[in-house]
């Protein structure tokens, strides 16, 4: 084109060059994964032992609160006799000729009966050193007759008295002192079974026991003889068990059902002789 004139047929327009091409960005190389650490394991805890593993049953705890239950017992001096007296055990089937249980014991918690009327029986007994509590256990005497839960009281508590009762009737009571541990009421100690009846029939009960002596004086693997009776408090007694004996350190002097006392060592220790419904007299017993 000349000016303004008209443009020329014959123009060709100059080619533009091609543009630079933009540098590619350079990869970047990957990070290689970092390996993987095995994480270490846990510590297992020791297997429980023998003595453990029978808490655990029966309790149905998990191995750390057997463990601790097993130390409680084995520093307190408790058998696994008396602390396998659960409230399963307590509550099934009766000993053979409702007698007392094995791992019970008299010296400890000292059960009685005390006041009596026509429906109702009070039961009383002595405070267990680091008890938080007590379950008291009742039933109509009869060698298949159950015990059920009559009352769990607190360990300031040291007495129950039971109502609505039938008169002229013999019940039985044991008293469980018992320690939480973890949650579990584990058994320290238990009573021996003791036996009353309710007023208004033809039976009654002893109101003391009668020794020929108190206090006696033995030499090593030499022998006395208890000479006891009860005394009743009015009417006759109904035999659930005869006058029975414990010595409060058999490693000092034993005794028998008999009321034979041995001496075992040089000591002093008590016989104690009771009643079916848990009144009691003392004998003291020296070993030279």
Not at 1 to 7: E, L, P, R, Y
Not at 57 to 69: C, E, F, H, P, R
Not at 177 to 182: C, L, S, V, Y
Request: glycine share 8%.
């Amino acid at each position: 084109m000349n000016g303004c004139g008209t443009a020329n047929p014959n123009y060709v327009a100059p080619s533009q060059p091609a543009p630079n091409p933009t540098p590619s960005t350079p990869s970047t190389p990957s990070t290689p994964a970092t390996p993987s650490i095995p994480a270490n394991p846990a510590p297992s805890a020791p297997p429980l032992t023998p003595g453990e593993s029978t808490i655990a049953n029966n309790y149905g705890v998990d191995s750390a609160t057997a463990k601790l239950i097993y130390i409680y017992l084995t520093q307190n001096n408790i058998s696994s006799e008396t602390s396998s007296l659960t409230e399963k055990v307590m509550t099934g089937t009766p000993v053979k000729g409702d007698g007392d249980y094995k791992g019970s014991n008299f010296g400890l918690l000292k059960a009685k009966t005390t006041k009596i009327t026509k429906k109702s029986v009070t039961v009383k007994w002595n405070k267990v050193k680091n008890a938080d509590g007590y379950i008291v256990y009742g039933a109509k005497c009869g060698a298949k007759s159950k015990y059920k839960v009559l009352k769990v009281v607190s360990g300031k508590t040291t007495s129950y008295t039971q109502k609505k009762l039938k008169k002229g009737t013999y019940y039985k009571y044991n008293i469980v002192a018992f320690k939480n541990i973890n949650g579990a009421k584990v058994t320290t100690a238990v009573s021996k079974k003791i036996h009353a009846t309710t007023l208004g029939g033809k039976y009654g009960v002893a109101k003391a026991v009668k020794v020929n002596k108190t206090k006696a004086t033995i030499k090593k693997g030499k022998t006395f003889k208890i000479k006891a009776s009860e005394i009743k408090k009015d009417k006759k007694i109904r035999r659930h068990r005869a006058i029975c004996y414990e010595s409060s350190n058999t490693k000092i002097a034993t005794v028998n059902s008999k009321g034979k006392v041995k001496g075992v060592k040089k000591g002093k220790c008590t016989i104690y002789v009771y009643a079916q419904n848990g009144v009691y007299k003392t004998v003291n017993i020296k070993v030279k």
